[in-house]
Every structure is written in structure tokens, then in C-alpha cells.
């Protein structure tokens, strides 16, 4: 069983940058494929983008492409998320997943393992 805790959150203004960590300890981390996901408050929670294991597949959702990219580091147990060209439709509490399928990786109901999630706030 692996456990994440994800960092780097903050309050940042429209067109900065972020760049988040999801921390892994527990389990033998180059066998899980990693998502981000974000919450805004009310609202469902959304596939933010992914890294297989081997960082071979990436995939992020249309809302950030070309803004945000996910990226890994195995032997640091961590997977990070440098968002740049920030917006206030970004703000939200983001999260990191972990699963062992590459199937449906854009649905939380696919993830097993998730952290606690961290703030980000986007002002106008």
C-alpha cells in the first residue's frame, strides 16, 4: 500500500506559476501510474493529467494543455505537476492518485491511493 502527500500549493496570481509534489512512501512506487485531479469547491472532482510508471505515457486534460505538465521521479518517489500561465477557472484542492491501470485513468474511481490533497488559489 502506498501513501501521498502532496505539497507546493499556494496562493499565486493569474499567469504565474506553480509547481506541485505528490510525495509517495509505503510501496514500490515505480509500479503505480500517477493522476492529478482538482476540486473546486461544490463541484466535482476533475482529471487534472497522468504519468504511467515508466513516464513513457503522459496525459493531461484539454483545460491545461500546453499549460501544465506532469513529470516523475523514481528514485525520489515523487511525480510533480509545473503549472504555468495559471488561471482562476485553476483554483481548487489538488490531489494525487495512485493505481496499477492505465484503464479509465481519467476517472477517480479507477485510483486506489490518494493523498490528502493541497490548495491552489489563482487570483484576478
Known amino acids: 500500500q502506498v501513501q501521498l502527500v502532496e505539497s507546493g500549493g499556494g496562493l499565486v496570481q493569474a499567469g504565474g506559476s506553480l509547481r506541485l509534489s505528490c510525495a509517495a512512501s509505503?510501496?514500490?512506487?515505480?509500479?503505480?501510474?500517477i493522476g492529478w485531479f482538482r476540486q473546486a469547491p461544490g463541484k466535482e472532482r476533475d482529471f487534472v493529467a497522468f504519468i504511467s510508471r515508466n513516464s513513457v505515457g503522459t496525459y493531461n486534460a484539454d483545460s491545461v494543455k500546453g499549460r501544465f505538465t506532469i513529470s516523475r521521479d523514481n528514485a525520489k518517489n515523487t511525480v510533480y505537476l509545473q503549472m504555468n500561465s495559471l488561471k482562476p477557472e485553476d483554483t481548487g484542492n489538488y490531489y494525487c492518485?495512485?493505481?496499477?491501470?492505465?484503464?479509465?485513468?481519467?476517472?477517480?474511481?479507477?485510483?486506489?491511493?490518494w493523498g490528502q490533497g493541497t490548495q491552489v488559489t489563482v487570483s484576478s
Open positions: 492518485a495512485a493505481t496499477l491501470t492505465t484503464v479509465a485513468r481519467t476517472l477517480p474511481g479507477a485510483y486506489a491511493y
Open positions: 509505503g510501496g514500490t512506487f515505480s509500479l503505480y501510474n
